[in-house]
């Protein structure tokens, strides 16, 4: 039976879709708003109560900054870069006005398995997603190639042991996403049986 209450959710989650970080403008999150945001994304399935991650919050303010790092670490690593790709890294984190990182931080001397530690790190990421538009804003999650770069993420905040779930960009949507196709469900639904 479906409560007229949780109508505005299904309808949420049946239409659900990306706003590239590019169309992601101001007005965003104040901190008052970023917490509860967070206090959302943190209710997710966390078995053994371990809590296997964590945030930093990147303000606009710092975007320039971590450009001016990816960019020249991308030279290094892609000495026969163009311009084109030198400016694209130095937008990274100036295209939507609130970035947060989501740290997956697993403990791997626990009985509870570090990849359903993991799930959990990427469950907070799309809750986060949802908590933004909940609060009548929009993002994306994306994680790029400094993301898995030793330097960058040292540089990003990752200490010992972490690596990033991802990267949520949020603000107010300027232009309405765009549909694409899903899954047909019932091509990748099998029923169990009895071997």
């Avoid at 609060?135 to 990003?156: I, N, P, R």
Wanted: aromatic share 10%; proline share 7%; charged share 25%.
């Amino acid at each position: 039976m479906t409560d007229t209450l949780t109508l505005p959710l299904l309808s949420h989650l049946e239409t659900r879709r990306t706003v590239p970080s590019l169309h992601l403008k101001e007005p965003f999150p104040d901190e008052t708003v970023l917490e509860r945001m967070l206090a959302i994304a943190v209710r997710v399935p966390d078995h053994g109560k371990l809590a296997p991650w964590r945030f930093i919050h990147y303000s606009k303010a710092q975007g320039e900054n971590i450009g001016d790092f990816l960019a020249k670490r991308w030279a290094e690593n892609n000495p026969d870069t163009s311009d084109e790709r030198l400016d694209q890294e130095r937008t990274r984190f100036l295209r939507a006005p609130l970035v947060v990182g989501i740290i997956s931080k697993p403990y791997h001397d626990h009985k509870i398995p570090v990849f359903e530690q993991e799930l959990s790190a990427g469950a907070v990421c799309l809750n986060l997603m949802h908590a933004a538009h909940a609060f009548g804003f929009s993002a994306q999650w994306l994680t790029e190639w400094y993301s898995f770069d030793e330097k960058s993420v040292h540089f990003l905040g990752i200490e010992k042991g972490e690596r990033f779930a991802g990267f949520i960009h949020i603000g107010t949507p300027v232009e309405a996403p765009v549909e694409r196709a899903r899954p047909d469900v019932s091509k990748i639904l099998t029923q169990w049986t009895t071997p």
